[in-house]
């Protein structure tokens, strides 16, 4: 089992940036790829972005390519999601995910196995 617990979250204006994290307990944290998803009201979960198991690849969303960083430290269990130039389209909650290092970089959250609770984002105009 994995614990995965996001934070971060918070309301902040269009062109502002916010830095979520999610702590990983349990089996080890570096076996497995992560990655962000995002659920905004009525809509699907969709993929944002995604790290291998060592942070050496990253994946991204068209939609926040170039505004949106992953990272991970291992040795802290934690992964980073920085979101700058923020959109009231980015408006959702947060999901951090963890998936066999053989999924990495997938945007289908079913080859994900497991999930935090969410952490709500919300980009006022």
């Known amino acids: 089992q994995v614990q995965l617990v996001e934070s971060g979250g918070g309301l902040v204006q269009a062109g502002g940036s916010l830095r979520l994290s999610c702590a990983a307990s349990?089996?080890?944290?570096?076996?497995?790829?992560m990655g962000w998803f995002r659920q905004a009201p009525g809509k699907d979960r969709e993929f944002v972005t995604g790290i291998s198991w060592n942070g050496g690849r990253t994946y991204y969303a068209t939609s926040v390519k170039g505004r949106f960083t992953i990272s991970r430290d291992n040795t802290k269990n934690t992964v980073y999601l920085q979101m700058n130039s923020l959109k009231p389209e980015d408006t959702a909650v947060y999901y951090c995910a963890a998936a066999p290092t053989y999924y990495s970089g997938s945007d289908q959250p079913g080859k994900y196995v497991y999930w935090g609770q969410g952490t709500q984002v919300t980009v006022s105009s």
């Open positions: 349990g089996r080890t944290f570096s076996n497995y790829a």
